[in-house]
């Protein structure tokens, strides 16, 4: 039988065969770096989750938002801002947003038209039923096509038929802009 006590064999107690040793303090730097390394990836992986969720919300978010694709100032006979038009044709809806006092009379309504270049007549988009500051109207993008102008005059009560045209000089125009896409 071999006996194997510590005394007979050789124990090496340099670390290395090159005779270096590393001192405890680099020992301590290594484990401090790669535990900044392995914060500095957690930290970066979670603001890359945030990110994406940031992302998703505000496109939700901008589905649900008005999509402006007509606008329109429309200015009384001094030049001074009125009237803003909007349309929103996912909404189907022309928002009406007025930028004065101006309210018509107790037997009189406020009605808006669309003028087109040229020979053909004026259309009616409705009537501006609310004293409120906004006002929507239902509108098709059909209604706006070929369209360069918008309008309000002031009519009897209730307003006038397209056949019959407006009756007193424009109270209100302004040129309709298409918002670029």
């Known amino acids: 039988m071999v006996d194997t006590s510590p005394s007979d064999t050789q124990v090496s107690t340099q670390p290395y065969a090159t005779g270096r040793t590393v001192s405890s303090w680099w020992r301590l730097v290594a484990v401090a770096l790669m535990v900044a390394l ?24 901008l589905q649900v938002l008005p999509q402006v694709r007509y606008v329109s100032v429309l200015l009384d006979d001094k030049q001074q801002a009125a009237l803003l038009i909007t349309f929103d044709p996912t909404a189907g809806v022309l928002q009406l947003q007025r930028l004065n006092n101006v ?44 369209v360069t102008e918008l309008a309000i005059s002031v009519e009897e009560k209730g307003g006038v038929s397209d056949s019959q045209g407006p009756r007193l000089p424009y109270l209100f125009k302004g040129w309709l802009v298409q918002k670029a896409i």
């Open 38 to 61: 392995l914060v500095g990836w957690a930290a970066s992986a979670s603001m890359y989750e945030q990110l994406k969720a940031q992302i998703g919300h505000l496109q939700a978010k």
């Open 103 to 146: 309210a018509e009379g107790p037997e009189d309504s406020m009605q808006v038209w669309a003028l087109s270049g040229g020979s053909q007549p004026p259309r009616s988009l409705g009537l501006v039923l609310s004293r409120y500051k906004t006002l929507q109207l239902p509108a098709k993008i059909d209604d706006l096509s070929g």
